[in-house]
């Protein structure tokens, strides 16, 4: 697959703080690449380099093969843009609002009437085209920001934080309708601070932290990166000291908590670690009332990568 | 793109009622209020005169027998005696057209702060007097009432020999009370530089650093200057309508009456007043980081500049003139009072040509800065 976005080396500073240090990541043709980090981890200044509306000291971007910049029209035409912040004109309806901003891509009246009729069937708002934006709930404002970001058929999105302060169900309809996307073959780059939503929807994930790309690759290769294995908790009916002993001494157990029966054991990096505990548990003819291990997630990848977990910061 | 662009901006400007009633609204509302405490623009006031209490003045008594006879007759001309500095002061306080020094060989001296057609009836009026001084007193003695008519049909006779052009009865017809129509025409002026809110509401939907619809807009493929052209456009589009429902107002429910052959001239004035206003608002809105800091400015300065030209007291006006001439030069809202203060009442154009003059290099000025801040393409902060 061709790389869609190239970027090299880019360096972003604001006085002293160093916003983006050396940043280069590429993204290719078709896929959903989420950009995961904790807020003020540099996500929204990269998106705003990339597209020519920061400027930066050092590096490079290149999207569709050519170096962007402000005046690159050829390509901006191709992109389509999801603020983090809502981006609507309030006095206009929600009509107009698509209309405008798929106007700004498109001159073609009837082409561009199709085309807004699309994205409000989309994002789901065709019962309140009328409606101004300060009439729509949280969600369906999002949903709305979304449509005018999208309505003129990018082939490119980027999409930035989207689903701040949406309800779930709203959440899961944008997350749906940007998988829709996808398959008919729109790159999207998607940041957020959700490690969930990167796992459900994107094919690569960068995981950014002070501006640095500390990780990258699949959900799958980034949790291969670490050292953590599975969490297995287990709650005890009769807990003793000796299996939880015994639980402690397994060779591949990383730390054990024990707390009034509940037992929560971090593993190390491997298969079969719950064949080895419900052995140890068999052996001294414990009883138990529920297992299960969970896999690790990103948060646990950026926890033992920097130390800190994602959320720390919100 | 330039139209749609256009349409949809000039759509979300007139969305916003707090603009149009700023910019509309409270002018025509405050015109209303003035109309009905101070009245209207009037079209027959008096010519105020008066004679210096001097020596000369004071060793005859007919000069006093001569105001009472004029304030007693039907006449336009108002007179009374007052001292010298009172008369100065009032002068200077736009209470009198003209006054008169008796000087020690009876010629009778005028004193005008500005030329224009009571000044000319005052000059007729000294004259007269001078010529005739022999029949008046006569007519004094006996005929009360007599010598203010003579006096009145010999400053006319003159008046007609010397000018006795038509501009000069339909400019007598115009005669209005200045002070109160400077308060009309500053209110002009004021709803010129409360429109620059839809500069600046502009901006903020343009730049990037100031809003989200701002980053959108500037990621989209468009050119800058195209951009910016259309978002002027609507400013002024917006600006241009409010102003001229304005001079609509004034001169239909307020009586403002204009020859056919001057309305060219006012809607010079109003364009120019429009222009110079939009390149305020765009200076302000590219300058001040915070929309809702530059709309509290533009508030402000306006009700200043507004005050300083008069629209409260004339004698503000007057002072602000006197001592601080750079500072009437580069407020608009003067000299858009002062171009339709002079193109009323004189028809001065070569002054109108100088306020005009003023509005568009302030325009021009400020536009091409606020321009030049706008067409950056990247930024260092959003």
């Given at each position: 697959m061709p790389n869609v976005i190239e970027v090299d080396g880019i360096v972003k500073r604001y006085g002293d703080l160093v916003a983006l240090d050396q940043l280069s990541l590429e993204v290719q043709a078709g896929e959903i690449y989420g950009l995961l980090g904790p807020n003020g981890s540099g996500k929204s200044t990269a998106i705003y380099c990339m597209l020519a509306l920061l400027t930066h000291e050092r590096g490079e971007v290149r999207i569709f093969g050519q170096t962007m910049r402000p005046d690159s029209y050829d390509s901006k035409r191709r992109i389509g843009v999801v603020m983090q912040d809502v981006a609507v004109f309030g006095p206009?309806?929600?009509?107009?609002?698509?209309?405008?901003?798929?106007?700004?891509?498109?001159?073609?009246?009837?082409?561009?009437?199709?085309?807004?009729?699309?994205?409000?069937?989309?994002?789901?708002?065709?019962?309140?085209?009328?409606?101004?934006?300060?009439?729509?709930?949280?969600?369906?404002?999002?949903?709305?920001?979304?449509?005018?970001?999208?309505?003129?058929?990018?082939?490119?999105?980027?999409?930035?934080?989207?689903t701040v302060a949406v309800d779930p169900q709203s959440r899961n309809n944008i997350l749906e309708g940007l998988e829709e996307l996808n398959r008919q073959g729109t790159t999207i780059v998607y940041t957020t601070h959700y490690m969930e939503e990167v796992e459900q929807i994107c094919d690569r994930?960068?995981?950014?932290?002070?501006?640095?790309?500390?990780?990258?690759?699949?959900?799958?290769?980034?949790?291969?990166?670490?050292?953590?294995?599975?969490?297995?908790?287990?709650?005890?009916?009769?807990?003793?000291?000796?299996?939880?002993?015994?639980?402690?001494?397994?060779?591949?157990?990383?730390?054990?908590?024990?707390?009034?029966?509940?037992?929560?054991?971090?593993?190390?990096?491997?298969?079969?670690?719950?064949?080895?505990?419900?052995?140890?548990?068999?052996?001294?003819?414990?009883?138990?009332?529920?297992?299960?291990?969970?896999?690790?997630?990103?948060?646990?990848?950026?926890?033992?990568?920097?130390?800190?977990?994602?959320?720390?910061?919100? | 793109m330039f139209w749609h662009f256009y349409r949809y901006r000039l759509l979300a400007n007139l969305k916003q009622p707090q603009l149009v009633f700023w910019a509309l609204v409270f002018p025509l509302l405050l015109a209303i209020v003035f109309q009905l405490t101070i009245g209207g623009i009037q079209t027959d006031r008096p010519i105020h005169a008066a004679f210096v209490e001097n020596e000369a003045f004071s060793e005859t008594d007919v000069y006093s027998r001569l105001i009472d006879d004029v304030n007693a007759a039907?006449?336009?001309?108002?007179?009374?005696?007052?001292?010298?500095?009172?008369?100065?002061?009032?002068?200077?306080?736009?209470?009198?057209?003209?006054?008169?020094?008796?000087?020690?060989?009876?010629?009778?001296?005028?004193?005008?702060?500005?030329?224009?057609?009571?000044?000319?009836?005052?000059?007729?009026?000294?004259?007269?007097?001078?010529?005739?001084?022999?029949?008046?007193?006569?007519?004094?003695?006996?005929?009360?009432?007599?010598?203010?008519?003579?006096?009145?049909?010999?400053?006319?006779?003159?008046?007609?020999s010397s000018r006795g052009s038509e501009k000069d009865i339909e400019a007598a017809e115009r005669v209005g009370n200045s002070a109160q129509t400077v308060y009309f025409f500053s209110l002009f002026g004021m709803g010129a530089l409360f429109g620059a809110s839809f500069a600046i509401n502009e901006i903020e939907a343009l730049e990037a650093n100031k809003s989200a619809e701002g980053r959108r807009i500037r990621v989209a493929p468009l050119h800058h200057m195209r951009l910016i052209g259309s978002s002027f456009a609507v400013v002024l589009s917006l600006l241009l309508v409010c102003q001229l429902v304005q001079l609509a107002f004034i001169i239909w429910i307020q009586n403002l009456v204009i020859p056919p052959q001057l309305v060219p001239w006012y809607l010079v004035i109003t364009l120019a007043g429009t222009f110079a206003s939009a390149a305020i608002g765009a200076v302000l809105g590219v300058f001040v980081r915070k929309p809702d800091l530059a709309f509290g400015i533009n508030v402000g300065l306006s009700l200043i500049m507004s005050f300083f030209a008069g629209m409260m007291n004339d004698q503000v006006r007057y002072n602000i003139n006197t001592h601080f001439p750079w500072l009437s030069a580069i407020n608009p809202a003067e000299q858009m009072t002062d171009a339709l203060y002079s193109l009323y009442y004189y028809e001065d154009l070569s002054r109108v040509g100088r306020n005009l003059l003023m509005l568009v290099a302030m325009g021009l000025v400020l536009g091409t800065v606020a321009v030049l801040k706008l067409r950056r393409q990247r930024y260092v902060h959003l």
């Open positions: 206009l309806t929600v009509e107009e609002n698509i209309d405008f901003f798929c106007g700004l891509y498109v001159r073609d009246r009837a082409e561009r009437k199709r085309l807004v009729a699309d994205a409000i069937d989309f994002a789901g708002l065709g019962d309140f085209r009328k409606f101004l934006p300060a009439k729509l709930s949280g969600g369906l404002l999002r949903r709305l920001n979304i449509a005018c970001g999208i309505a003129h058929r990018p082939d490119l999105i980027f999409l930035d934080e989207p994930i960068g995981i950014l932290d002070h501006g640095q790309l500390i990780a990258e690759g699949t959900a799958d290769e980034l949790k291969g990166m670490i050292s953590s294995g599975d969490t297995i908790t287990i709650e005890l009916q009769d807990p003793n000291d000796a299996v939880i002993q015994a639980l402690r001494e397994l060779d591949f157990v990383s730390q054990l908590e024990s707390s009034e029966g509940r037992i929560e054991i971090q593993t190390r990096h491997g298969e079969r670690r719950l064949d080895s505990v419900l052995a140890t548990l068999a052996a001294h003819d414990t009883a138990y009332s529920s297992i299960y291990a969970q896999k690790p997630t990103l948060n646990t990848v950026f926890l033992e990568i920097t130390g800190r977990a994602l959320r720390d910061h919100d | 039907d006449t336009p001309l108002k007179l009374r005696q007052l001292p010298a500095e009172e008369a100065r002061q009032a002068l200077f306080a736009n209470e009198l057209d003209g006054y008169f020094i008796v000087e020690a060989d009876s010629r009778l001296t005028l004193h005008v702060m500005r030329s224009g057609l009571p000044q000319s009836v005052l000059q007729s009026f000294g004259t007269t007097i001078e010529q005739r001084r022999a029949q008046i007193e006569a007519l004094l003695e006996g005929n009360p009432g007599q010598a203010a008519r003579l006096i009145a049909a010999t400053a006319e006779e003159e008046l007609e």
